[in-house]
């Protein structure tokens, strides 16, 4: 009888070429790993005024998603900005955030956004989000999906009005408004 | 048994070893926007992770097709977990969960272009050969949901939903132009063009041009005797196919138009024609037109959709049954289709308080023409018969999804479906417990139905009794387990309990011009296991293996169905070439022995065959030379494997040998739009 299972060997001979054959990082993630990494790059990017108070960590903040905080609290392990240790903050809707340097917010409803983001009006604090319409609300980084990969746009005039310099590494990579 | 053992032991060592290494914050940002977080639109009519929608998913993308030389939707579908693809030299169809019913049109599967049904509406075919009339060059991503899902798509969404996200001209970006040459005298060319402007418009344009002559000499033991060739059907294989694609977006319009034919000569001799007839030749030609046009609008927290579509599928057919030796056709059968419609629908996404998403809908489809006409070449008598119906059709839907607490998401659907001779009411529930965001456990309940389709209510081949037919319908139960290990290893496992009931089945009726009928009375049991592994490696490599172990059971005759594999086993891996950009790409597929459709033997015994188990090989390699050019190459069943897939029984033979080793080389140019 012919043995069915013929391919096998082959399809792992050529699996283990693949794995020692190459560097390995990977590509297939969740969604809120995708988003954490994003974030750690666009915090990277982007200079905070020299007149911020350092503080003794370097604090993104989360609004209302736990998977990406978990995702993120993963993601930045040893890792620094300014020259600090970076924190990972669960903030609530209704908590002050000027001592976040980068916030991300979702499940928000579009009038609760705009609460938010006209607090932190000129106030040197990267806002990121998914939410639909959150540029226009007055955020300044919004992700998006296209074909299944995140996309992102900045508003660059609200970044300036609150100080923050965002390098043209990042901005070249960004969907035109 | 011992070195299966073996082999999946040195997996499962093996696989999170290899996920140990870099991680996601060490990529650059050019890299992070290459990767695939897995959402899927076609599952609840929006954009989610796979992870947390109601349905066990895969996606292929554009990359993969190019990577691994897809031709067809019928190629792209042979790779998924569980699905396998018969070919009887006419059309492809698809086979899932152990259903694979020779001969059934694929009208148990709804297929989509960017969310828009485009199974015809005579035949409710999903045509996905050449057939289809989209080249898979121009999709963006093929997204194959499994399991029913008419609670929200209603008719054909049976055992699964495909949905083909096309190109936009962003990922063109430039014109491109291809030829390829391969064996069994094929030919294509392609050319496209597209990109996406400062305004924020966007266009693309493509249009393929391919021909194939087929195998020269085809051999059908079926058929040797003497007056019929000893068996050998000559040049009697060729098809040709044109398509056009086009798409262009604004703001929130989008248009997508699509034209495509397909002709092709069937060498099979199957509905009773002669065989080897050289003059008049068993001939089908496909048609497909499609103009869609989706308007999509934000208003604060809620999504708008507004569609308006327009779909034209015709068919025609020569079918030679008596020629005089000089070419006179005494009696060569003529049979065309036309299905027209245009349909209508508007949904709306509004979020809830307590984390709720609701998603609804209505749909209005007017069936102008759903025709068929079928008479004799060169006879000047009226047509046996010209069928002209029209019909319209209303639904409305709703569907919820629930985040109860951060690890549970509860989601439900409903739809109702308004028929001219009958209504139908369908759920869905799905219970999704994500202990992470890396990780979900779903049970899910589906229901959908199919309705009779043209073809089944013929009143002249089938009788009167035709219009008595409802749709059929199907229970499942399937629990499905997520896992994505470090970002590096995905796999996924599903176990599956199908009851599909009320089939509308042939049976013997000798008051009926073709002596049978069709009646609602078929029941299938099917039961099933899947599990694949996805690895995406560095440097760009990516391996996925699945297994699926089946078994569909016909509840009258106590038999397994036809063409219904137990074991379904795939592999395919993708790793650099020796210089940038340039991929080498395995696969391997094997499914085990089928059974073929039973029908009366030379004895007069009523049984069924067996076609063996076989596994088949593939391998692409692209390689870019400079900037602007690259080579492809393309050899398919790479080990000549000799197999045979079971075809319906409108053929003589019980089965139809596939081709052997077939190979293509391909050039393009591309010129790349500046920034």
């Known amino acids: 009888m012919r043995r069915p299972l013929g391919i096998v060997p082959l399809a792992i001979a050529s699996l283990t070429l693949a794995l020692f054959g190459s560097a390995a990082f990977a590509q297939d993630v969740t969604e ?72 991300y917010m979702a499940g928000l409803q579009a009038s609760q956004v705009a609460t938010v983001v006209a607090d932190l009006r000129e106030v040197p604090v990267l806002t990121i989000s998914s939410i639909d319409g959150f540029a226009s609300a007055g955020g300044m980084t919004q992700f998006f999906f296209e074909h299944g990969q995140l996309r992102f746009r900045i508003d660059l005039e609200t970044a300036k009005r609150a100080g923050l310099q965002i390098s043209s590494r990042l901005l070249i990579m960004a969907r035109p408004q | 048994m011992n070195r299966k053992l073996v082999l999946v032991l040195v997996c499962a060592v093996m696989l999170p070893r290899a996920a140990a290494a870099q991680s996601l914050t060490d990529l650059s940002l050019e890299d992070l926007m290459q990767i695939d977080a897995g959402q899927v639109f076609g599952a609840s009519e929006r954009l989610q992770p796979s992870i947390e929608a109601p349905a066990s998913v895969s996606f292929i993308t554009a990359q993969e097709i190019q990577r691994y030389g897809y031709r067809t939707l019928a190629d792209i579908l042979r790779s998924v977990r569980g699905m396998y693809v018969t070919n009887d030299r006419n059309f492809s169809y698809i086979g899932a969960r152990g259903f694979g019913k020779p001969g059934d049109y694929n009208s148990r599967i709804l297929l989509l272009i960017n969310g828009h049904r485009v199974n015809d509406n005579l035949f409710g075919q999903a045509e996905i050969g050449a057939e289809f009339g989209l080249d898979p060059a121009t999709f963006e991503r093929v997204e194959v949901i499994r399991g029913p899902a008419s609670s929200l798509y209603g008719d054909s969404a049976f055992f699964a939903v495909v949905n083909v996200i096309t190109r936009s001209g962003e990922s063109l970006n430039g014109t491109a132009a291809t030829v390829e040459a391969g064996t069994l005298g094929t030919g294509l060319f392609r050319a496209s063009t597209g990109r996406r402007l400062s305004n924020g418009a966007d266009y693309m344009f493509s249009t393929t041009f391919e021909h194939s002559d087929g195998v020269k000499k085809l051999y059908f033991p079926a058929f040797d005797s003497p007056e019929t060739n000893h068996g050998i059907a000559e040049r009697l294989d060729g098809e040709g196919v044109k398509q056009f694609y086009g798409r262009a977006t604004f703001k ?33 030609t496909d048609r497909h037109g499609l103009v869609d046009a989706l308007y999509t609008r934000s208003f604060r927290d809620t999504r708008l959709t507004l569609r308006g579509s327009y779909d034209r599928f015709t068919f025609s057919g020569t079918y030679p049954m008596a020629v005089e030796p000089d070419g006179t056709p005494t009696l060569v059968g003529d049979a065309t289709g036309t299905g027209a419609r245009w349909s209508a629908s508007s ?11 609701l998603r609804a809908g209505v749909e209005f489809i007017d069936n102008l023409a759903q025709n068929q006409r079928g008479g004799f070449i060169g006879n000047p008598i009226p047509p046996l018969f010209d069928i002209k119906t029209s019909s319209t059709q209303q639904a409305l839907y709703l569907q919820d999804e629930m985040k109860v607490t951060r690890w549970l998401i509860l989601n439900g659907g409903l739809r109702f479906d308004r028929y001219e001779q009958f209504d139908r009411v369908t759920p869905r529930a799905a219970f999704i417990v994500m202990p992470s965001s890396a990780q979900s456990f779903k049970y899910l309940f589906g229901n959908a139905f199919r309705a009779p389709n043209g073809w089944e209510l013929n009143d002249f081949y089938f009788g009167d009794r035709v219009h008595q037919l409802r749709p059929e319908s199907i229970d499942t139960h399937e629990v499905v387990w997520e896992r994505y290990f470090n970002d590096r290893l995905r796999t996924a496992t599903s176990a599956y ?72 086993v795939k592999g395919r891996i993708s790793v650099p070439g020796p210089t940038a950009r340039s991929f080498v790409s395995f696969e391997a597929q094997y499914l085990s022995a089928r059974g073929t459709v ?28 400079g900037h602007t050019w690259e080579l492809t190459g393309t050899v398919r069943n790479l080990f000549g ?23 293509r080389i391909g050039v393009t140019w591309k010129f790349s739009q500046a920034e």
Request: charged share 20%.
């Open chain 2, 598 to 625: 039973p029908r009366f033997d030379a004895d007069g015994n009523f049984a069924a065959g067996r076609v063996k188990g076989a596994a088949i090989a593939n391998v692409t390699v692209v390689q870019p030379l």
């Open chain 1, 32 to 103: 809120p790993a995708l988003k954490a990494a994003f974030i750690y790059n666009f915090a990277r990017f982007t200079t905070w005024p020299a007149d911020v108070p350092a503080g003794d960590s370097f604090t993104i903040c989360v609004l209302n998603d736990s998977a990406v905080a978990d995702a993120l609290r993963k993601a930045v392990i040893g890792k620094s900005l300014t020259e600090r240790p970076i924190a990972v903050t669960v903030v609530a809707a209704a908590a002050p955030k000027r001592t976040c340097r980068v916030l």
């Open chain 2, 497 to 568: 309990w199908y009851r599909a009931d009320r089939l509308i089945t042939p049976t013997l009726d000798d008051s009926t011009f073709l002596g049978a009928t069709f009646v609602n009375q078929g029941e299938v049991r099917a039961k099933g296991f899947e599990t694949e592994a996805q690895l995406r490696l560095g440097g760009e490599s990516r391996a996925l293996v699945s297994y699926a172990i089946q078994s569909a059971v016909d509840q009258q005759t106590g038999e397994e169905l036809p063409n219904s594999p137990r074991h379904v």
């Open chain 2, 641 to 663: 494997t000799i197999y045979a897939d079971p075809v319906s029984d409108q053929h003589v033979q019980e089965s139809v040998e596939q081709n052997g080793r077939t190979a």
């Open chain 2, 347 to 357: 949904g709306v996404t509004q979020p809830l308080p307590g984390r709720q998403t």
């Open chain 2, 252 to 284: 929130g319009l989008a248009v997508t138009t699509m034209y495509g034919t397909r002709e092709r000569d069937i060498p099979t001799a199957s509905l009773q024609t002669m065989f080897n007839e050289q003059v008049w030749h068993e001939q089908a």
